[in-house]
């Protein structure tokens, strides 16, 4: 049986996580609504021949598939746990790479027999996909569904259809060794506590991370020398990185990547959240036999919980301090950062810090993607307000005491020279 489980997972989930939404129901309806992910208008394209793949020897479609997703080769991470279900090919001689762009993310194993996908659809959430590394005419993407979404949208991604990135301490076959700690990687994770199990090229000063380690021992798998795995700027030293499209295993990728899924899952659940308190104001209205009923208290609090949810993601809400200079080593940061868009004074919100924090003007850019703008409109414009709010110092709460002045000026800037559809009370 196909089995997509844990395809960012770096840990064992158990089976019996209860969702927090009965995602197969309205208004949701996960499994029957229309598709409008990056692979599912793919595969239509395909379907009428509009583009082709092509497959070679080296790695079957995936260069192939990440030239047509617009998908970077420089966003190559490599993950050496057990933990897609390919996890037989998969060990520290043999690590499985990852790639990603702002809404598609693809696994590939050395000589595997799939091509891995999760994509990002706006109303949807994470959707999951293989594709057979076998040459044909027409490659077709199959879509998984319960095999996926037993683990990625149960408790660990908040019961939507997510991600989620471990941090483990890996034994010499890539086994995760649950006898002790595991940590749940986001942007607030300090470095000391993250990938485990991951190869990681790139350079950090004095600050260390579990990368490029293997547990000596199980009865003591936390004592390793984190200097042995730092600052690693050559791969080749420790595995034999032919058979991937690029030596690296990028830093600054792991950097962007650790921000970015966990903001696609509080989209994902804002998006449903919201559904979900519409439909019961929809309801209540029709009780009350009045379509014009005013908002109830309670469904306004369900909806700025929400926006709240949002908004923390995308202004970096307590995310851990950089205390070094960090630099990657495959052109990963150059690529992301050129792609902007620019502000009227050149400004991006890609642009990159990598000396205190990831980046220099602390709000996502996933707020120009598809996922952000496919919000309900009625969530999206407290989410507007919220943000401008805090952008223009209305809001001066602790929450984002960690954004200055000038932050908040150049953030604002960006947004109104670069986001076309923000609300006319933010005019100049």
Sequence with gaps: MF????????????????????????????????????????????????????????????????????????????????????????????????????????????????????AVDPQLGGVFYSLDQEEVDRPKFARHTDTCTLCHASSVTQGVPGHLVRSVFPDSSGNPILSTTTYRTTSQSPLKQRWGGWYVSGTHGQQRHMGNMIAKSSREPEAFDPDAGANVTDLSKLINVEPYLTPHSDIAAFLVFEHQAPAHNALTLANYQAKLALRDEEILRKMDTDPNLPRTESIQRRL???????????????????????????????????????????????????????????????????????????????????????????????????LSNEDRQAILGILLDTKPDLPQSWSR
């Design 3 to 118: 089995r997509f489980a844990l395809f960012f997972a770096i840990a064992v989930v158990p089976l019996s996580a209860s969702a927090q939404f009965d995602i197969e129901r309205e208004p949701v309806n996960y499994l029957k609504s229309p598709l409008a992910d990056p692979i599912s208008q793919l595969q239509k394209r395909l379907n009428t021949d509009e583009v082709q793949l092509t497959f070679d020897d080296k790695s079957g479609y995936l260069a192939s598939v990440l030239k047509t997703l617009n998908v970077s080769e420089t966003s190559q991470m490599l993950v050496f746990s057990k933990t897609s279900f390919q996890r037989n090919r998969i060990n520290p001689r043999t690590p499985r790479a990852i790639y990603f762009n702002d809404d598609v993310y693809i696994g590939w194993c050395v000589n595997g027999d799939v091509v891995e996908v999760s």
């Design 304 to 402: 700025d919980h929400s926006a709240d949810l949002v908004l923390k993601h995308f202004l970096f809400v307590e995310e851990a301090a950089l205390t070094d200079q960090v630099q990657g080593t495959s052109g990963f940061a150059e690529q992301f950062a050129a792609r902007g868009p620019r502000d009227k004074r050149g400004r991006s919100l890609r642009e990159f810090n990598l000396r205190t924090r990831i980046f220099e003007y602390p709000c996502s850019y996933l707020i120009y993607s598809a996922a952000f703008d496919g919000l309900p409109p009625e969530l999206k414009e407290i989410v507007y307000r919220k943000l401008h709010d805090v952008l223009t110092g209305i809001d001066q709460s602790s929450t984002y005491q960690h």
